[in-house]
């Protein structure tokens, strides 16, 4: 199947993939009712700003839609073939791409990493908010410490995020993905704020790295127990 691999790698059939894509999340966003959990989110985030949004690998497809027009917004995105497609579609909902990832360790200096955390550091001092995925690459629900030395380096609060919908498509993949159907009931839940001092030991990275983990575990199970109408935690 080279030939697949080939196409899949061209520029025209990437942007064709990345604006289809795009187009089919705003019919999403404007078919589905969506609630937000704190409801007063955005006014506690004001005086935050600029800050790091995390959420799971595979859950991440809604997320441009929880950014207010005003905020201004990168997200990181792998180099990966497929990342370009998530690139263009980010790009067409209004969010700035930076390209590159940690490996399995999450160490910074392979994939692009360091030249993309550098990055990352550099919006952040430029008062943009950045967004991430929290999960090792090809580990499932586990959190790295990348985003604990980003916020550790830079100062700025981590918040936990999550996006479900009642009508979705749950694929068999590493990451669990999500496929969000149109005409859903769709819940935000933005978890409290995980702020990292700049001097901690090796054991206090590691405490930090677990409440995010928690963080977007708590949020992920809220988000589904209000669209599924069960209890979850808080609720």
């Given at each position: 199947?080279?030939?697949?691999?080939?196409?899949?790698?061209?520029?025209?059939v990437q942007t064709a993939a990345g604006v289809a894509a795009a187009q089919y999340l705003r019919?999403?966003?404007?078919?589905?009712?969506?609630?937000?959990?704190?409801?007063?989110?955005?006014?506690?985030?004001?005086?935050?700003?600029?800050?790091?949004?995390?959420?799971?690998?595979?859950?991440?497809?809604?997320?441009?839609?929880?950014?207010?027009?005003?905020?201004?917004?990168?997200?990181?995105?792998?180099?990966?073939?497929?990342?370009?497609?998530?690139?263009?579609?980010?790009?067409?909902?209004?969010?700035?791409?930076?390209?590159?990832?940690?490996?399995?360790?999450?160490?910074?200096?392979?994939?692009?990493?360091?030249?993309?955390?550098?990055?990352?550091?550099?919006?952040?001092?430029?008062?943009?908010?950045?967004?991430?995925?929290?999960?090792?690459?090809?580990?499932?629900?586990?959190?790295?410490?990348?985003?604990?030395?980003?916020?550790?380096?830079?100062?700025?609060?981590?918040?936990?995020?999550?996006?479900?919908?009642?009508?979705?498509?749950?694929?068999?993949?590493?990451?669990?993905?999500?496929?969000?159907?149109?005409?859903?009931?769709?819940?935000?839940?933005?978890?409290?704020?995980?702020?990292?001092?700049?001097?901690?030991?090796?054991?206090?990275?590691?405490?930090?790295?677990?409440?995010?983990?928690?963080?977007?575990?708590?949020?992920?199970?809220?988000?589904?127990?209000?669209?599924?109408?069960?209890?979850?935690?808080?609720?």
């Amino acid at each position: 199947m080279a030939w697949l691999k080939r196409l899949t790698r061209a520029p025209l059939v990437q942007t064709a993939a990345g604006v289809a894509a795009a187009q089919y999340l705003r019919l999403v966003w404007h078919t589905s009712r969506f609630v937000m959990e704190p409801a007063d989110t955005y006014e506690r985030l004001e005086p935050e700003l600029p800050a790091i949004f995390c959420f799971w690998h595979g859950q991440h497809f809604m997320m441009p839609f929880t950014k207010p027009a005003h905020y201004r917004a990168k997200v990181l995105i792998s180099r990966h073939r497929d990342g370009e497609m998530n690139a263009i579609a980010a790009a067409r909902l209004g969010v700035e791409a930076i390209r590159g990832s940690g490996d399995h360790g999450r160490r910074f200096d392979r994939k692009g990493g360091v030249t993309a955390f550098r990055t990352m550091l550099t919006a952040l001092e430029d008062n943009w908010n950045m967004a991430l995925t929290a999960d090792i690459p090809k580990v499932s629900r586990v959190a790295g410490i990348g985003i604990v030395k980003l916020a550790q380096l830079s100062g700025r609060p981590i918040y936990p995020v999550a996006v479900a919908t009642s009508r979705r498509i749950t694929l068999a993949t590493w990451d669990r993905s999500a496929i969000n159907l149109p005409f859903s009931r769709g819940a935000i839940v933005v978890g409290p704020p995980i702020r990292v001092t700049a001097a901690l030991t090796a054991e206090e990275v590691e405490r930090a790295r677990l409440m995010v983990e928690q963080g977007l575990n708590d949020a992920t199970e809220r988000a589904y127990a209000i669209v599924d109408h069960r209890s979850g935690p808080h609720g």
